[in-house]
Structures are given as C-alpha cells and as structure tokens.
C-alpha cells in the first residue's frame, strides 16, 4: 500500500516511524522543516520535497498538522495537496481541530472525489513513539476498516464515534477534561504545599487517590523532576481551548470553567512557557505572586 504521512511534528515524526514496521507500506513523508523528514529518510521512507509530490500515488494520506489554519494552508492553499490526490484516494486527517472545519474538509475533499476520516488521537509523545495512541475515528465503517491495519500500527484503540467530525467533537471533551484536570491538580498541589505538606508527599499521594485523573501520574513525576519538556506543548494546549471555546459558542453552550482554563493558559503561555509541556501550568502558578 502506498501511504503518505505529512506533518512530522512530535507526534507525527512517531506515529509515522511506527508504519515502516509495516514491510507491506510503501511510506512517503513531508514536513515543512526537513530535519524530522531526514531522520525518516534514513529510517527507510521516502522523502517528498512538497506536500503535492508526497500524495503522488498514494492510497492513503495522513496528516498531523497543528491547527485549523495550518490545515487549510497545507490541503488547500496554493500549493495544497488535495488536488494532487489520487481519484478516490482517503485523507486521514489525524490533526486536533473544530468539528465544524473537519465536516468542512470531509465535504470540500468529497466535492473532489474523495474520501475523509476524522482521526485525532488521544495520547502524547510516549504513547505515539510507543504505538498506544488512542484512535477518536468519525467517518464511514468501510474507509475506517482499510485503514484499520495502519492505525493500529500507531495506536492501540480505536473508537469510531459516528460520522465526520464526530471525531473531532470527542477530542473537544477528551482535551477538556485535560485541560482542566491539570489545573485543578496544579492549583490543589500548591495549596498542600502552604498547608505544609512536601512535594514529593503530594506528588506520590495525590495522583494515587480515586478522584484524580490517571495521567496526573505521569505528570506528577514530572513537576517533582522540575522537567516540564514538551510532550504535548502548552501553547498547543492553549490552541485547542480555544477551538473549545469556538465549538460551545457554535453549540450555544457555556463552558464557564473551560473559559477560566483557557484564560490561565493563555497567561502561561504570554509568561513564556507555550513550548514547555503543558503541565508547565504548575510551574507558572507556583511563581505567581
């Protein structure tokens, strides 16, 4: 099968080296800055010098791009790839974007004679290097059922949630939930800590009681480190509340606490900690005076 993977980011660079474990995958890639593109190359895919040259051929073309805008610009700009397409060809659109622009890209992609899933993932870079992304599908069964073998390469669950941007609509919920849950926990931790509790006692119990969110754990180990390395981007974090915020006002429903959310990281984005994690959201309250 030939499979082309643009967007060779933290997640895409991972997702896409697990699909040369397929020896049955002929893989082309892309990527804006060619350093991700070059690792790949030397890994065994094939280097394509545009996104239009990477979809020549292709089958399958996946995405993982980082915002709408970035979407739009690399489908559909003037050097798009959506006209380069094979007749019939399925875009695999893995990037976190609004459900009213992915049932958008699903119609202007079918208006060209071809097929569109919505796939965003839940996970961050340890489960995309490691092959246990968890697929958020919307789209048609049978364009799920090619793609099948190559997803679970990437990832280690499959949730097909209804047509084309239902997707979408479920990683709303899923990064709200995120978005929140850290906060809370970080704003929480820091109070145990005035209330004399140690770090690395609220970072060893917290994250172990019912009501706190499975993933803390990871990334209390990470706040006791003071290592707030990027595994997913605060600033993309950020993004992605506020393609939150644009979905409820669409929907015509408050998101009060989501909005206080977005505002807090877009503080720790502006004090300069958009390219840490986003657990950086700690470290930027914890310096709040």
């Known amino acids: 099968m030939n499979v082309a993977f643009i967007g060779l980011g933290i997640m895409g660079s991972r997702m896409a080296r697990n699909l040369l474990k397929d020896d049955g995958i002929s893989l082309t890639v892309f990527n804006r800055s060619s350093e991700a593109t070059a690792a790949l190359e030397k890994a065994g895919a094939n280097a394509a010098d545009s996104a239009r040259a990477a979809v020549a051929g292709a089958e399958v073309v996946f995405t993982m791009l980082s915002a709408p805008e970035v979407v739009e610009k690399v489908a559909f700009g003037d050097e798009g790839f959506i006209d380069a397409m094979e007749q019939g060809a399925l875009w695999v659109n893995c990037s976190t974007v609004n459900p009213s622009y992915t049932r958008e890209c699903d119609d202007r992609a079918r208006a060209r004679g071809l097929r569109y899933l919505d796939a965003p993932v839940a996970g961050t870079k340890m489960p995309a290097e490691t092959g246990e992304l968890t697929f958020l599908l919307g789209g048609e069964s049978d ?59 609220l970072m060893d119990t917290l994250p172990n009681l019912p009501v706190t969110a499975p993933f803390l754990k990871g990334k209390a180990e990470l706040i006791k480190e003071g290592n707030y390395d990027a595994q997913f981007p605060l600033e993309l974090m950020l993004k992605d509340l506020h393609l939150l915020d644009l979905t409820a006002y669409e929907e015509r429903q408050p998101l009060f606490l989501a909005g206080l959310a977005k505002s807090v990281y877009g503080q720790a984005n502006s004090a300069g900690h958009g390219r840490d994690d986003f657990a950086g959201v700690f470290d930027y309250l914890e310096k709040l005076k």
């Open 143 to 201: 364009d799920l059922e090619q793609v099948r073998p190559l997803l679970e390469h990437m990832g280690q669950k499959i949730l097909h949630v209804g047509p084309a941007g239902q997707g979408s609509a479920f990683k709303m919920l899923v990064n709200a939930l995120l978005a929140q849950s850290m906060l809370v926990y970080s704003e929480t931790a820091l109070l145990g800590e005035k209330l004399g509790f140690s770090r690395d006692f």
